[in-house]
């Protein structure tokens, strides 16, 4: 079983516990170790068992990758309108879906009751780009296409869900219900930080300009779970200052904060002696850290020094807080200033009766800055150990949702049988595409990728074998992929 060990208080006190502070004695060597770091000065990250130590014996072997950025797209992009060329759809555009195809399989309660379901022919151009010819929508993604050679498309992944929340759940924490540890969280308690000034995991969300559809953000998808709270992500909101209360009030200079700081953690010491609570050290790391944004996060968000035609590649949105672009120029400079996991979420793909006018407007907005990211990433040499994911929950359906004569309501349901996403950086192989789903995009059928099997890759590139990788919670021993994950060896360099 993987799990950091951790050393008992070495004096007993003459103090009257309860049976749950009793209990609690038995994580009093957690709060120590990292109070009397941040005691003696040092950094958050640096109270973590150091990777590689006895403690956790992580990384298992040597890692392909550093960090995880990923791009999460809220609410299911339709493969079959970008990445997923299927020409049976234009031959067979208005006429039923064959029954053997759905094979009698579930979608949502929006075509649930459908009977008739006819085929949907793609609503954009596709084009075969690259030097590998990879077919993609040109005419939306104009500037993914540039990159189609770098990228390592994913072609027949699947899942179990068909409704948004526990879809996104199953992808971000291993299950469909909440209460499991996201995949940061995981990552941040294996393989602790690489930076002192900002936390290992922070999350930023984004919605389309017309704010037209969009999935709720639930905090469990960065959430700990069962973990230590002090490995969840931190939220950095889209306007104002990126974390509430991270400026001084009126008349409190920097000096006075450490001042009030030191002595509180002093106060907390005594706290966690007699209670033996971990989240003491949780609530004390909360502070120290946010006592060393108040100097780091004002630079990392200056853009000012950053040379026009970046800005210009990232597209017109770039310095708009808390768009997409805003948010993909921020999560390069996170990734070369040492975050290990950078989470971007961007709502609004959810189109079910609006495919014809909604998908080109997620495409611009999310398309330059995606690519730009790619992009700048490798002319900065960080993209050989960075990992970058792009997809979403699951896919749509390849028939139409709704009336073939109503063209103004076109849409697509949720479909997670087969679906398109896409890596690129260390580890993968660049321009390659890995599976197939059937000639309709119904169904994978040639090599399917299981959300568990992504998971164990993820993990993989990082160092860690899915298997090993546990925590032991209520009794049994918890990991990120179950008791399941295969890893996806032709996409791996």
Known sequence: MMKPQFSTPQKDH????????????????????????????????????????????LPHFPPKVKRVIYLFQNGAPSHVDLFDYKPKLH??????????????????????????????????????????????AEDFLPKTAEIVDKLSFVKSMHTTQVNHAPAITFFLTG?????????GAWLTYGLGSETQDLPAYVVMTSR??????????????????????????VKFRGAGDPVLYLSNPNGISREIRRGLLDDLSQLNAMAAEKS??????????????????????PELTDFT???????????????????????????????????????LMHAGWDQHRNLNTQLKIQCQDTDAPSAALVKDLEQRGLLEDTLVIW????????????????????????????????????????????????????????????????????????????EKFTYRFQGRDFRLTDVHGELIHPILA
């Open 14 to 57: 003459a103090i009257a516990l309860t049976r749950r502070q009793l209990l609690g004695r038995a994580g009093i060597g957690l709060g120590s170790i990292a109070l009397s770091s941040l005691l003696g000065g040092n950094s958050p990250a640096e109270s973590l068992p150091a990777a590689g130590s006895d403690s956790f014996m």
């Open 276 to 297: 033996g609570d971990p989240e003491v050290a949780t609530r004390v790391a909360q502070y120290e850290m946010a006592y060393k944004m108040q100097a780091s996060v």
């Open 391 to 466: 997809g979403g929950e699951f896919g749509r359906t390849p028939f139409l949702q709704g009336s073939i004569e109503a063209t103004k309501t076109w849409g697509r349901d949720h479909h997670p049988y087969a679906f398109t996403l896409w890596m690129a950086g260390g580890g993968v192989k660049p321009g390659v595409s890995h599976g197939e789903s059937d000639e309709f995009g119904h169904n994978a059928v040639v090599d399917p990728v299981h959300v568990h099997d992504l998971q164990a890759t993820i993990l993989h590139l990082l160092g860690i074998d899915h």
């Open 91 to 136: 031959q067979m555009h208005g006429t039923q879906i064959p029954d053997e195809v759905v094979g009698g399989k579930r979608f949502s309660t929006m075509t649930g009751g459908q009977t008739a379901r006819p085929c949907l022919s793609p609503i954009t151009k596709f084009a075969q780009r690259g030097n590998t010819g990879t077919w993609i």
């Open 208 to 233: 389309d300009k017309e704010a037209s559809c969009g999935q709720i953000f639930y905090d469990f998808y960065w959430g700990s779970g069962f973990l230590p709270s002090k490995y969840q992500g």
């Open 305 to 343: 020094q950053e040379p026009q035609h970046i800005l210009d590649m990232y597209g017109p949105d770039v310095q708009r807080k808390g768009s997409y672009a805003y948010n993909c120029l921020m999560a390069r400079r996170l990734a070369e200033r040492g975050v290990r996991f950078i989470q």
């Open 175 to 183: 299950a469909e219900m909440a209460g499991r540890p996201s995949m």
